[in-house]
């Protein structure tokens, strides 16, 4: 089938009825202001009819529309420029502050090395200290053992010679004076014995000692009288032995307690320097810690501060595309239309629309604050 040829009259009629681009920046120039709902809805009714008449041809009440409309787009401009100075005054407040966050951070990283420093200073002094305290410790436990041992040995050594002393008092008298019956002397000489043995005697004297010590003494011979004596002088010769260990040992008793009392002190001083380093040690451990976590705590501050920066700076360049947006297409297109005569044919106004730029595809271009003058 042959295609059917249209009449002009409905050419015309198309391009009539052919929604006019250039309305639509102006009826979202109106969708943009904080005019109240109802001033708004009537705005988008009448505004389309309003601005697509010639303005040789337009009404007083359509001019009135079309000079609101006007009063919208430059509040609605003015709107979006405020915004973005606003949002740079934002960003140059930003900048001051970050530049005071940087400033702390080199601080902080200085005052944490320092303390960081101190506190491995103080560590490594309060070990020396410790392992002093525990050398003296040593030290000093060794000087009690000691102690304990020698005040034990002289405390032996004054019991054998007082026991050794009574002994002599009680048998070797009798026996060296010789007066009494046999039989006390034999029993002088039994109790002796025990002493005796640990002379180590001459064997020829000792195998006398029996004879010569039980004798009266008018009935003993030279011999006999030798055997006693030397019996007397070998017992009395130990006796001195025993009380010059007691009498040696006394001195011992008395450098023996000065020692440990010097040692003592001396572990003392050295367990109170170690509290103190170790209060020290702690005091300065836990300045390191916070010294520590203030560093943190500011990277932490500039990295949130940095992120939350750019994503106000990417709203900022945002809004400025929206401010470019509006001007270069929502202005242009009320310019345009409220220009337009009926000198102008239709396609002489489509023509002018294709030289204004379209508007870049974003979000809907609303100000941040959505009330126009604010």
């Not at 000079?67 to 509040?75: C, P, T």
């Not at 005040?151 to 007066?179: C, M, N, R, W």
């Not at 220009?339 to 030289?355: H, L, M, P, Y």
Request: glycine fraction near 6%; hydrophobic fraction near 40%.
């Amino acid at each position: 089938m042959a295609p059917v040829k249209r009449s002009k009259t409905d050419v015309s009629n198309a391009k009539r009825l052919k929604p006019d681009p250039m309305l639509e920046g102006v009826t979202a120039s109106i969708e943009l202001s904080s005019l109240p709902v109802g001033v708004k809805t009537m705005l988008l009714q009448l505004a389309p009819l309003s601005l697509s008449t010639p303005a040789d041809k337009r009404h007083d009440f359509q001019r009135k529309v079309v000079d609101m409309v006007g009063e919208i787009v430059v509040q609605v401009q003015r709107t979006l420029r405020q915004d973005i100075d606003a949002k740079e005054e934002a960003a140059s407040e930003r900048s001051r502050a970050r530049e005071e966050l940087l400033s702390v951070v080199p601080h902080a990283e200085v005052s944490k090395a320092e303390k960081v420093s101190a506190s491995e200073a103080m560590a490594g002094s309060l070990k020396e200290i410790a392992k002093s305290l525990t050398d003296k410790g040593v030290e000093l436990r060794g000087a009690q053992k000691e102690q304990r041992a020698g005040d034990a040995k002289h405390t032996a050594d004054l019991a054998a010679a007082e026991s050794f002393s009574q002994s002599l008092d009680a048998h070797l008298g009798p026996i060296v004076e010789g007066y009494g019956v046999k039989k006390e002397a034999e029993g002088n000489l039994k109790a002796l014995m025990p002493l005796i043995r640990h002379l180590k005697l001459d064997s020829s004297l000792s195998s006398a000692l029996k004879m010569s010590c039980t004798k009266p003494c008018d009935e003993r011979s030279a011999f006999d009288k030798l055997v006693v004596q030397e019996l007397e002088s070998a017992l009395r010769s130990h006796l001195d032995t025993l009380q010059g260990a007691v009498s040696s040992g006394i001195s011992g008793l008395a450098s023996r307690a000065a020692a440990v009392d010097a040692t003592r002190q001396e572990h003392d001083t050295l367990d109170e320097k170690h509290q103190a380093a170790h209060a020290a040690s702690v005091i300065a451990q836990k300045l390191a810690d916070e010294a520590g976590d203030t560093l943190s705590a500011a990277q932490t501050a500039i990295a949130k501060f940095d992120a939350e920066h750019a994503d106000a700076e990417r709203e900022l360049a945002k809004t400025k595309g929206e401010y470019d947006n509006f001007l270069v297409w929502n202005v242009e297109c009320y310019t345009k239309l409220k220009e337009k005569t009926s000198g102008r044919s239709v396609d002489t106004v489509i023509a002018d629309v294709s030289k204004i730029s379209e508007p870049i595809q974003e979000d809907p271009v609303m100000p941040s604050s959505g009330v126009i003058g604010a």
